[in-house]
């Protein structure tokens, strides 16, 4: 028994009181009835015996030498240098001495201290041949503390050959009297298969200028790209259609083109140049979009029957390319108006500002469009119940001065408001009210997502040609990106949000809109009461007709001098029609919208949708516990009305 006890003192002497503190040692003598005494020493010989195992471990790993093994190796070999055996004959301390200091040197230095060494121990022999006098160099082998030796046991010592030796000595007679380490002859001379610097240059600047023609800026959060890095911070996003393969044919045909040439065998440069080129920190802001990231249903209906399983091509599949070319051009003229829009808007807000031009001359873009819903309460680190819970959903509604590139973020709870088209006309209207206070300016040009039920929809067109009508604008353009190539400004915003609000806990559209406003300094959020939502289609219903096929057209623009007209086209190089919104015939406007007074006098505010029932009651359940004491009842309030049952949520 004593001896199972002492093996167990033991085992807790090496394993745990090397960790405890010094009264919760005292406490298990007490236990097992053992002198603390015993246990304290027990420590401090453990922790002692490590401190002498380590110390020997760290003065023998430090002995360890690679060039004492190889002669060590040699002396404990039947092998001979010379005759006289002259390497055995030295003191084997100063053989280790010299091979750690060996071991100190890179390689240059120590060929530099091997030609210092054939230097100092040079002499010349003069001897007579056939009656000529002629000098010989010669070499006496000599390392100091170890005295003269043969040349075998030289080369030993030093770590080299005979053939290195060899070229040593061809070196020094060369170069006599130097003992800088010899210079290999391709240093600073650029390889025969090396691409030259101006065909590099002409490539990344290829790369940029698809990247501009055809990418989609974007400056939010994107996972598994290392978009950090990016000094410009927007990254531009060819479609998904592209690949290097076909950047590199691009690039090659139009190399041909520039320098008048035939068909160039071989190429330039190889796929394999041209892609690692890609791949550098010369061309990281232009990136090729996934496939899985290609929103667009037609280029996924087109996909799917070009590229079918089965492996059959159909007698259809021209015409089925030719359509799917036919859409691919019509978002690239989409996408090209809306990018020479945006450089148009930033050129001309640099000279306002630089310039001091006059604020009427300035022409200002805007880009607007709805986030993903924000849902609350946000924990950084969410537990499962809340992720599959139902959360309250703050609404974001996002407008971008392209100009100034600065987004202003209207935030509202789902129970003040929605989604529809009066909500749209309501936040569009302060934003233009606000824009032409501030420039002045007499013309706008407006961009938005292909949502018919959100930005496309006669409400909007008729609040638009409204402001033109009041004569707070002169003109107004409103364009829409090709579905599903839809990618804009906005959207790189909405990921710098998304970014900053997974890592923050949030419980209040108050705190949401601290996240949004410190995610970047382009940042702007204003949080939206029920009484800032009006009924537009209410009021303006009564004076201005629908617009036939209006989810069919793309373009949209309003004029003074065409009162109450609408121009529309399909999409940018087809012919504009023409169509007259207003009711009226003698074209004149009713008193009650003939001014902005009398429109906010007739404008009724919409009624505030709330929160369903069931989900006020599934948020008191399930999310309440993680909410902050002083914001449980704002976030998550116990329903007023009691719990509905399931035949009352069917009648519900």
Same mark, same amino acid.
């Given at each position: 028994m004593?001896?199972i006890?002492?093996k ?7 394993v745990?009181f090397q960790?405890?503190p010094?009264?919760?040692i005292?406490?298990i003598?007490?236990m097992?009835g053992v002198?603390p005494?015993?246990?304290?020493v027990k420590k401090?010989?453990t ?5 002498l195992i380590?110390?020997?471990e760290?003065?023998? #790993? ?5 060039? +004492?093994e190889?002669?060590?190796?040699f002396?404990?070999?039947?092998n001979? !240098?010379?005759?006289?055996d002259?390497l055995?004959q ?11 200091s060996?071991d100190?040197c890179?390689?240059?230095?120590a060929?530099?201290?091997?030609l210092m060494n %054939?230097l100092e121990?040079?002499?010349?022999v003069?001897?007579?041949?056939k009656g000529?006098?002629r000098?010989?160099?010669?070499v006496?082998?000599f390392?100091?503390?170890?005295g003269c030796?043969?040349r075998e046991?030289?080369l030993l010592l =030093? ?8 070229d040593?000595?061809a070196?020094?007679k060369?170069?006599?009297g130097?003992f800088?380490?010899?210079v290999?002859?391709?240093v600073?001379?650029t390889?025969?298969?090396?691409l030259?610097?101006?065909l ?8 940029k200028k698809?990247?501009?023609?055809a990418?989609e800026?974007?400056?939010g ?5 290392k978009?950090?890095a990016v000094?410009t ?11 290097? /393969?076909?950047?590199?044919r691009l690039f ?5 083109e520039?320098?008048?040439l035939a068909?160039i065998?071989?190429?330039p440069?190889?796929?394999r140049?041209?892609?690692y080129?890609?791949?550098s ?8 979009r996934?496939p899985?990231?290609?929103?667009c249903?037609?280029?996924l ?6 590229r079918?399983?089965?492996g ?6 021209e015409?089925?390319v030719t359509? =799917? ?6 978002a ?5 108006v809306?990018r020479?829009?945006i450089?148009a /808007?930033?050129k001309g807000?640099?000279e306002?500002?630089s310039?001091?031009k ?11 469009d709805?986030a ?16 599959f819970?139902s959360?309250r ?5 996002s407008i971008r #001065?392209?100009g100034?590139?600065?987004?202003y973020?209207?935030l509202?709870?789902?129970g003040d408001?929605g989604k529809?088209?009066n ?6 209207v302060?934003?233009l009210l606000?824009?032409?206070?501030q420039?002045k300016t007499?013309c706008?040009l407006l961009? /938005? ?5 959100q930005?496309?929809?006669?409400i909007?067109? +008729?609040?638009?040609? %409204? ?10 353009e409103?364009?829409f990106?090709?579905k599903?190539?839809s990618h !804009? ?7 710098l949000?998304?970014?900053e ?7 209040s ?7 949004i406003?410190k995610?970047s300094d382009m940042?702007? /959020? ?10 537009w289609s209410s ?14 057209q793309?373009e ?8 109450g007209?609408?121009?529309?086209r ?6 504009w ?5 207003l ?19 007739h404008l009724?505010i ?6 369903p029932?069931?989900?006020? =009651?599934?948020?008191f359940k399930k ?7 002083e ?5 998550c ?7 509905l ?5 069917e009648?519900y």
């Amino acid at each position: 028994m004593d001896d199972i006890f002492q093996k167990d003192q033991d085992s807790l002497a090496k394993v745990l009181f090397q960790e405890l503190p010094n009264d919760v040692i005292v406490e298990i003598s007490d236990m097992h009835g053992v002198p603390p005494e015993r246990l304290f020493v027990k420590k401090h010989h453990t922790l002692l015996e490590d401190e002498l195992i380590e110390e020997e471990e760290v003065e023998g #790993d430090s002995r360890k030498s690679k060039n +004492w093994e190889r002669l060590r190796k040699f002396l404990e070999s039947d092998n001979r !240098c010379c005759a006289n055996d002259c390497l055995r004959q030295f003191d084997e301390e100063a053989l280790m001495q010299f091979a750690h200091s060996l071991d100190g040197c890179n390689k240059n230095e120590a060929e530099a201290a091997l030609l210092m060494n %054939m230097l100092e121990h040079e002499d010349t022999v003069d001897t007579t041949k056939k009656g000529k006098l002629r000098e010989r160099q010669r070499v006496r082998y000599f390392v100091p503390y170890l005295g003269c030796m043969c040349r075998e046991a030289f080369l030993l010592l =030093w770590g080299k050959g005979r053939g290195a030796l060899c070229d040593l000595r061809a070196y020094q007679k060369a170069h006599p009297g130097v003992f800088a380490p010899q210079v290999h002859g391709n240093v600073d001379k650029t390889s025969n298969h090396a691409l030259s610097s101006s065909l590099h240059k002409e490539v990344v600047s290829f790369i940029k200028k698809i990247g501009k023609e055809a990418g989609e800026e974007s400056e939010g959060r994107h996972l598994k790209r290392k978009n950090h890095a990016v000094k410009t911070g927007v990254v531009r996003f060819l479609p998904a259609f592209y690949s290097v /393969a076909l950047l590199y044919r691009l690039f090659i045909a139009h190399y041909q083109e520039k320098n008048k040439l035939a068909n160039i065998k071989p190429p330039p440069l190889s796929l394999r140049q041209f892609y690692y080129i890609f791949k550098s920190s010369d061309c990281e802001s232009v990136q090729l979009r996934s496939p899985r990231s290609d929103v667009c249903d037609v280029c996924l209906l087109y996909r799917s029957r070009i590229r079918r399983d089965s492996g059959i091509v159909d007698e259809n599949d021209e015409d089925e390319v030719t359509a =799917w070319s036919e859409h691919i051009t019509h978002a690239k003229e989409a996408r090209n108006v809306y990018r020479d829009e945006i450089k148009a /808007a930033r050129k001309g807000f640099k000279e306002f500002l630089s310039e001091h031009k006059k604020a009427e001359a300035y022409i200002p873009h805007a880009t607007f469009d709805f986030a993903q819903n924000l849902g609350l309460p946000q924990l950084s680190d969410e537990p499962q119940e809340i992720y599959f819970a139902s959360q309250r959903a703050i609404y974001l509604f996002s407008i971008r #001065d392209d100009g100034p590139d600065i987004q202003y973020n209207f935030l509202y709870d789902e129970g003040d408001g929605g989604k529809g088209g009066n909500y749209v006309a309501s936040m569009l209207v302060l934003f233009l009210l606000d824009l032409s206070s501030q420039f002045k300016t007499k013309c706008v040009l407006l961009n /938005a997502d292909n949502c018919c039920a959100q930005n496309k929809n006669n409400i909007v067109l +008729w609040v638009l040609n %409204m402001l033109v009508m009041l004569d707070i604008f002169n003109h107004i353009e409103l364009k829409f990106l090709e579905k599903g190539h839809s990618h !804009c400004t906005v959207d790189g915003g909405h990921g710098l949000i998304k970014k900053e609000w997974r890592k923050r806990n949030v419980f209040s559209i108050d705190q949401a809109k601290e996240v949004i406003e410190k995610c970047s300094d382009m940042q702007r /959020a204003n949080i939206l009461s029920p009484k800032e939502f009006f009924d537009w289609s209410s009021l303006l219903g009564q004076y201005f007709r629908k617009l036939p096929g209006i989810s069919y057209q793309r373009e949209f623009k309003f004029h003074k001098e065409k009162f109450g007209v609408v121009h529309y086209r399909s999409s940018h190089g087809k012919k504009w029609q023409t169509y007259q919104l207003l009711q009226n015939k003698h074209i004149k406007l009713p008193k009650e919208i003939s001014s902005l007074a009398s429109i906010r006098k007739h404008l009724k505010i919409m009624r505030p949708p709330g929160v369903p029932l069931k989900k006020q =009651w599934n948020m008191f359940k399930k999310l309440r516990k993680y909410v902050p004491d002083e914001l449980k009842d704002e976030l998550c309030p116990k329903p007023n009305e009691p719990e509905l049952s399931d035949n009352d949520v069917e009648n519900y």
